[in-house]
T-cell receptor, first 110, second 115 residues
Framework: KNEVEQSPQNLTAQEGEFITINCSYS?????LHWLQQHPGGGIVSLFM???GKKKHGRLIATINIQEKHSSLHITASHPRDSAVYIC????????????FGEGTQLTVNP | NAGVMQNPRHLVRRRGQEARLRCSPM?????VYWYRQLPEEGLKFMVY????????ESGMPKERFSAEFPKEGPSILRIQQVVRGDSAAYFC?????????????FGPGTRLTVL
């Protein structure tokens, strides 16, 4: 079983829909990251959080440390949001190396 | 302010050849991480380096793979005697410091194809 699990693996939405991607982890962590991998392969860091909630534009990330769960929300989704979204954690005691989930492939149709 | 640079972006090698992948971190960053993404798989940590030091190489295969980050110049990931199973995307990331709460910035990746 992976230490970082994401759901769903694949998600198709219509433009304008509210989207939620979930991430659960089974290890102690010091921080959690949400990354976006574009169709061309490049990776962009969206959020890094260790508690609470962060918002950037139409993106919102939340984390519940007690439940070992994080969610990434996209409001008013757009076709340009189509990408793979990856959850990654800094495991406690492992310093700054990242452990990744398998990713969620999001497709937003016009 | 240039981001993390990796070259080449695409590299084709025949079995048994050597592959050298380069990563130049963002300006002001002295910590470099290498990750590998095998086809249809997630990203996996390989190695974490500071200038002239390997901090954590627990994700590196024991044979054929090595990494360095010299005082001057880019970080190099070297794969000797490549095999087909080495075909993957190799990503480099850098951070200003090595603490867990420092954001990592990723390069565009090098896609290695072994024929």
């Amino acid at each position: 079983k992976n230490e970082v699990e994401q759901s769903p693996q694949n998600l198709t939405a219509q433009e304008g829909e509210f989207i939620t991607i979930n991430c659960s982890y089974s290890v102690g962590i010091s921080a959690l990251h949400w990354l976006q991998q574009h169709p061309g392969g490049g990776i962009v860091s969206l959020f890094m959080l260790s508690s609470g909630k962060k918002k950037h534009g139409r993106l919102i990330a939340t984390i519940n440390i007690q439940e070992k769960h994080s969610s990434l929300h996209i409001t008013a989704s757009h076709p340009r949001d189509s990408a793979v979204y990856i959850c990654a954690v800094n495991r406690s005691g492992s310093g700054s190396r990242l452990t990744f989930g398998e990713g969620t492939q999001l497709t937003v149709n016009p | 302010n240039a981001g993390v640079m990796q070259n080449p972006r695409h590299l084709v090698r025949r079995r048994g050849q050597e592959a050298r992948l380069r990563c130049s971190p963002m300006k002001g960053h002295s910590h470099v991480y290498w990750y590998r993404q095998l086809p249809e798989e997630g990203l996996k940590f390989m190695v974490y380096l500071q200038k002239e030091n390997i901090i954590d190489e627990s994700g590196m295969p024991k044979e054929r793979f090595s990494a360095e980050f010299p005082k001057e110049g880019p970080s190099i990931l070297r794969i000797q005697q490549v095999v087909r199973g080495d075909s993957a995307a190799y990503f480099c990331a850098s951070s200003r410091q090595g603490a867990f709460d420092n954001e990592q910035f990723f390069g565009p990746g090098t896609r290695l194809t072994v024929l």
